[in-house]
Structure formats: C-alpha cells, structure tokens
C-alpha cells in the first residue's frame, strides 16, 4: 500500500475535495466541548488533539433506528441505498480495528447483513494514528495499537508539520490515487522515514511509518495479553513501545532484523531493543510533541 | 447478489381453525401471493419462520405443516401477546409477511431408517405435527422404521389437530397414544402424563432416535425416562423455544453460550444442549 503526506495546513483542503464527493465527518467540539465525530461544515475547525470520542463510530454502521424495508404495491421492497459516500475522518485505530470484528459478523460467513454491507461499502474509514493513548486503553490487548491501521481505508498520522496519509485498502488507494491525480503531485515519503531507513532497520523501498516509533507515554499495560477471538495476531509489534516493564519487554520484544540490532539502557525501564541502535530520543525526534509528558 | 433476507414473502391467510376449546390456539393456513415466493420457501420440519404484520411487529413460529403439503403453510398460534393477539383478530383475506424458512430442521438424515419415538406436550406439537406428516407421506413412509407417538395435553379440550390425530389413531403404520392430564367425562384413553405412557409402552431404544417437544417441566422428565429406557443423549432430538429475531445469527437476540437459536437450533441433541452454558 502506498503512502504520501499533505502540510497540516493543508488538511482543510482535504477534507474540502472529500466534502466534493460525499458527507464528512471530522472530529469538532460539541456543544458539551466534547471532541466528536461531526459534519463539519468547511469553516468549523477540525479537532487533531483527543484522546477519543465519547460515542465509537459504529453507530455509522449499525444505527440506532433505520429503514429496513418499505412497502409498495403491497410487496416488502428494500429502500434505496445511500446516494453519497460518507467520510470518517479521524477514527482511532482501536475503533477502526473494531470493524474487523463486526465484519465477522455481519459480512463474512454464509449470510451477510445486506443494509450493514452497503453502509460499509459506502463508508470510507480514515483512521488517525494515536498519540495520546489513556491508561485505560486496550488496542494492544487485541491485537492492535495506536498505529495499527488494520480496518480503516486510509490510516493518517500526524507528523511535525505533515499528516501521512497510508492507503490500507483499495478503496483508501483509490482515494489516494484521485487525489494525486488531481494535485499532479506527489510528495516523497517524509525524510525521518527515510534516514531511518537508511540506518537498516528495515526494508528502504518499503518506508514504513512504524519505524518512526510513536512515542507512547508510559502506558501501564495490564497483564490480560489475551487476544480476541478470530482476530489475527499480527506480525510484529508495530507501536513502539519504548517504557516497558520487564514482563511486557518479554512479551513484546519485537522481531529483530538480523543486522543494527541495539538497545536503550535505561535504568528504569528494562531492556528493550530498538532497531538501529539510535537513542530513543533520536527515534522520538521529529513526531510532534502532543502529549505533555513527551514534550521534554 | 441473493436476497434481502429481512424482507418478507408476501401471504395471506386462507383459513383459521381453532383448535382448542379455550380458544387460544389457532391454526392459521397462509398462502403465498406469487408463485415465485412459494418457489422460493422451501423448508424441512423442525424449521420456523418469521410471521409478520404490518405496524404490529414480527414474531418467530415452527412451521406446523410438511413440505409435503406443498399448496399452503401452518402456523398453529396460542393467543399469549400483542402479536399473536393481533393475529387471532385476524379474518381469512387478511394479509401477512413470511420471513424463512429459518433454522436447522430435524435431523432428517440421521431419523432414516431408525425407529422414531415422538413425544409431545401441549402447544408445543406443531412441529412435530409436521414431522409426522412428513414421514407419513407416502412419498417418505419407507424410510422410517416404526414410529411411536405420545401427545399429552392437560384436558381433551386442549388437544390439538384432533381430525388428523383420529385419521392417524386409525392407521397401522404409525402408533398414537394420547393422554390427558385431568381426563373428563367421555375420555377414554391414557390419563396422566406422557411419561408415564412412555414409561408403560417401554419403547426400544435400539436403532431409534426420540424427538421431544414440550413445556419444560415435561421435557425436563421426559429426558430422564428416555434415558432409563437406554437413549443416548445424542439420540434424543429437542427444539428449543426461543424468541428469535432476525432469524439469521446478526442480532444476538436468541444466543446460547456460542450457539444462535435461530441459526444453529432451534433443533439441538441433548447432547449438543449439555454442551451449551445453563442460560435457558
């Protein structure tokens, strides 16, 4: 899947040639000053910085009330499809991963929900990478993370002045596509990628936003490491996790690559390898300090 | 893409019989408007479906009558509900929805070439009135050994499908015991419970399967009788009642343990009802 970044002050942009194709739904204040997925129109500000909504966006899906059929000439007949496509922006990856396990329900196996379907079919997930994940947060606990874009179409992370926009399903690479066709442009992956890269911690044709490790803050990650059902355990690890108890440094030791294998010593937090051997603050440089704790 | 199956099949009903003398049973014989909604509904006893009326709601019923009898379906109703009493208000001409066939049926190919012990309680006999109508059929009569079937109800008033319990107490090919909890005056066969006719007719338990339906209080001694007559729990076949909803395991109303009613019974084995988590 292919990637590109926009300027956060070009994000108004991008939501402005979405709102051209469909319905947008970003993250605004309510009036209770709760962040939460709203119609926005193109002056409201769109909120970046929440830790999540009140409300997850499954409603989006499965709503409370629906038409399910309507009657004419005394026959059942089932009321025309959404006319337009909808547009979540801003879905967090444990709410985007949710969906996987709703599909199971209700889009895999002998019969699927017809009206679950076409909502789904209609829907484009853009899911925003976390970085202000709560003590109370579980995503790792069922395979996913606060970078884990399993689930949504496009997975947008916040960067220092860019947002990186990765396609993760080819509707997201569609989408992503157009854009590009449209702009004629295409930006080059961002350079920390890149420099990463360069130091062989992974593949460099396949710059991956991952590498970038996004710095948690010391998230005390509760014993219960059970996965949920039929979810699929992923391949590696793929948030950096760089504040870990000895058990969890145990249980997350991620899959090395067999060169620039290093570690952070540190005399809190137990050993854990960190590709490159670059200290953690180099491998912090560059996200964005949002978080108070990780502004220093 | 296959159909919408939260739509109903178009029907009306053609005929209402009442079945018992409270008045709170009745059999209601649909029809299907198009012939490509009767194409389309075919089902094998042991399955329900969903019937519903427009601005009242949809509830879930065992279909009462064979695919044998192709031209129609039944659905035998006690009068409990909002639904269902909306639907004894009904005349025949009026108009329904028929959502299914749904569920797992009987397990026809394991109940061939076995001898079949039925044993039913009160309203409850409507599936299994199409499980016997099935096997009668001369088309399926063959493939079954004997069959033995014990019906209780609490008085002779409260017996249901009388005609054709008296048509089938007149053949050969099939036994049909019937009792009465409290018989009255001109009631001349079993009085007490199924289990003590199942306990005194001592069925084989060799070769054969047992299909119950009933109040629980019936099934719950039913099953220790079948078991001190030697069947295994895997030959001993229940449906279960349940207040299914979507009828197609999406909405999570009817689960047991992993297991949707809807979907996956309503026909179990006490075997595979053992497995099952103690919530019903």
Redesign the interface.
């Given at each position: 899947m292919t990637e590109k970044t926009i300027a956060h002050t070009d994000l108004e942009t991008f939501l402005d040639r979405l709102r051209a194709a469909g319905v947008v739904y970003a993250p605004a204040e309510d009036e209770a000053g709760d962040v939460a997925l709203t119609e926005v129109s193109p002056t409201e500000p769109v909120v970046l910085e929440y830790s999540n909504f009140h409300l997850s966006p499954k409603g989006f899906f499965l709503p409370q009330n629906q038409t399910l059929l309507c009657f004419k000439d005394g026959k059942a007949a089932e009321p025309s499809p959404p006319d337009q496509e909808t547009f979540l922006f801003g879905v967090r990856p444990c709410d985007a991963r949710a969906l996987l396990a709703l599909d199971q329900v209700f889009l895999d196996g002998e019969q699927s929900d017809p009206y679950y379907a076409r909502l789904r079919a209609t829907t484009t997930v853009i899911a925003l990478a976390c970085t202000r994940p709560m003590p109370s947060c579980f995503c790792t606990s069922v395979g996913g993370g606060p970078g884990d874009g399993a689930g949504a179409d496009i997975l947008a992370v916040g960067l220092e002045a860019d947002l990186l926009l990765r396609a993760q399903s080819p509707k997201g690479e569609d989408l992503r596509a157009n854009r590009a066709r449209e702009s004629g442009q295409q930006r080059p992956a961002p350079a920390r990628c890149v420099r990463l890269s360069a130091l062989g911690s992974r593949q460099p044709e396949m710059p991956c936003v991952w590498d970038v490790q996004l710095p948690l803050p010391h998230v005390p990650l509760l014993r219960h490491h059970r996965r949920g059902p039929g979810l699929p355990r992923p391949a590696r690890q793929d948030v950096g996790l760089l504040r870990l108890s000895a058990l969890h440094a145990a249980r997350f030791r991620p899959q090395s690559p067999p060169h620039a294998q290093g570690t952070v010593a540190a005399a809190d937090h137990a050993q854990v390898p960190v590709r490159s051997g670059e200290s953690r603050s180099a491998l912090l440089r560059g996200m964005r300090p949002v978080h108070p704790e990780l502004s220093g | 893409?296959?159909r919408?199956?939260?739509?109903?099949y178009?029907a009306h009903i053609e005929e209402v019989v009442v079945e018992n003398e409270a008045r709170d049973i009745k059999t209601f014989r649909l029809a299907f408007?198009d012939l490509d909604s009767a194409a389309a509904f075919r089902h094998l006893p042991g399955q329900f479906a969903e019937l519903s009326l427009?601005g009242v709601g949809e509830a879930p019923f065992g279909i009462a009558s064979s695919p044998t009898e192709a031209d129609y379906l039944l659905f035998t109703v006690k009068r409990v509900g909002l639904f269902t009493t909306e639907l004894h208000s009904l005349e025949p001409g009026a108009?329904i929805?028929v959502r299914g066939p749904m569920g797992r049926p009987f397990p026809w190919d394991r109940m061939a070439g076995k001898d079949l012990v039925i044993v039913g309680g009160g309203f409850a006999f409507t599936t299994l009135r199409a499980a016997i109508k099935y096997i009668l059929d001369p088309a399926h009569r063959g493939d079954f050994g004997s069959v033995l079937v014990i019906y209780g109800a609490r008085a002779p008033g409260e017996l249901m499908y009388r005609r054709e319990l008296a048509e089938w107490q007149g053949r050969d090919d099939i036994q049909v015991h019937l009792t009465v909890d409290k018989a009255d005056e001109g009631w001349t066969q079993h009085e007490g419970v199924v289990t003590s006719v199942l306990e005194a007719l001592k069925p084989s338990s060799e070769n054969a399967l047992a299909l119950a339906c009933g109040p629980p209080i019936m099934i719950k001694f039913t099953l220790v009788s079948l078991h001190a007559l030697g069947f295994p729990d895997d030959a001993v076949i229940l449906s279960l009642e349940m207040r299914m909803k979507c009828g197609?395991?999406?909405c999570g109303r009817c689960n047991i343990g992993s297991k949707y009613v809807c979907k996956d019974g309503p026909v179990f084995t006490h075997e595979e009802l053992r497995a099952l988590p103690a919530e019903y």
């Amino acid at each position: 899947m292919t990637e590109k970044t926009i300027a956060h002050t070009d994000l108004e942009t991008f939501l402005d040639r979405l709102r051209a194709a469909g319905v947008v739904y970003a993250p605004a204040e309510d009036e209770a000053g709760d962040v939460a997925l709203t119609e926005v129109s193109p002056t409201e500000p769109v909120v970046l910085e929440y830790s999540n909504f009140h409300l997850s966006p499954k409603g989006f899906f499965l709503p409370q009330n629906q038409t399910l059929l309507c009657f004419k000439d005394g026959k059942a007949a089932e009321p025309s499809p959404p006319d337009q496509e909808t547009f979540l922006f801003g879905v967090r990856p444990c709410d985007a991963r949710a969906l996987l396990a709703l599909d199971q329900v209700f889009l895999d196996g002998e019969q699927s929900d017809p009206y679950y379907a076409r909502l789904r079919a209609t829907t484009t997930v853009i899911a925003l990478a976390c970085t202000r994940p709560m003590p109370s947060c579980f995503c790792t606990s069922v395979g996913g993370g606060p970078g884990d874009g399993a689930g949504a179409d496009i997975l947008a992370v916040g960067l220092e002045a860019d947002l990186l926009l990765r396609a993760q399903s080819p509707k997201g690479e569609d989408l992503r596509a157009n854009r590009a066709r449209e702009s004629g442009q295409q930006r080059p992956a961002p350079a920390r990628c890149v420099r990463l890269s360069a130091l062989g911690s992974r593949q460099p044709e396949m710059p991956c936003v991952w590498d970038v490790q996004l710095p948690l803050p010391h998230v005390p990650l509760l014993r219960h490491h059970r996965r949920g059902p039929g979810l699929p355990r992923p391949a590696r690890q793929d948030v950096g996790l760089l504040r870990l108890s000895a058990l969890h440094a145990a249980r997350f030791r991620p899959q090395s690559p067999p060169h620039a294998q290093g570690t952070v010593a540190a005399a809190d937090h137990a050993q854990v390898p960190v590709r490159s051997g670059e200290s953690r603050s180099a491998l912090l440089r560059g996200m964005r300090p949002v978080h108070p704790e990780l502004s220093g | 893409m296959s159909r919408n199956p939260y739509l109903p099949y178009p029907a009306h009903i053609e005929e209402v019989v009442v079945e018992n003398e409270a008045r709170d049973i009745k059999t209601f014989r649909l029809a299907f408007e198009d012939l490509d909604s009767a194409a389309a509904f075919r089902h094998l006893p042991g399955q329900f479906a969903e019937l519903s009326l427009p601005g009242v709601g949809e509830a879930p019923f065992g279909i009462a009558s064979s695919p044998t009898e192709a031209d129609y379906l039944l659905f035998t109703v006690k009068r409990v509900g909002l639904f269902t009493t909306e639907l004894h208000s009904l005349e025949p001409g009026a108009g329904i929805g028929v959502r299914g066939p749904m569920g797992r049926p009987f397990p026809w190919d394991r109940m061939a070439g076995k001898d079949l012990v039925i044993v039913g309680g009160g309203f409850a006999f409507t599936t299994l009135r199409a499980a016997i109508k099935y096997i009668l059929d001369p088309a399926h009569r063959g493939d079954f050994g004997s069959v033995l079937v014990i019906y209780g109800a609490r008085a002779p008033g409260e017996l249901m499908y009388r005609r054709e319990l008296a048509e089938w107490q007149g053949r050969d090919d099939i036994q049909v015991h019937l009792t009465v909890d409290k018989a009255d005056e001109g009631w001349t066969q079993h009085e007490g419970v199924v289990t003590s006719v199942l306990e005194a007719l001592k069925p084989s338990s060799e070769n054969a399967l047992a299909l119950a339906c009933g109040p629980p209080i019936m099934i719950k001694f039913t099953l220790v009788s079948l078991h001190a007559l030697g069947f295994p729990d895997d030959a001993v076949i229940l449906s279960l009642e349940m207040r299914m909803k979507c009828g197609i395991g999406k909405c999570g109303r009817c689960n047991i343990g992993s297991k949707y009613v809807c979907k996956d019974g309503p026909v179990f084995t006490h075997e595979e009802l053992r497995a099952l988590p103690a919530e019903y």
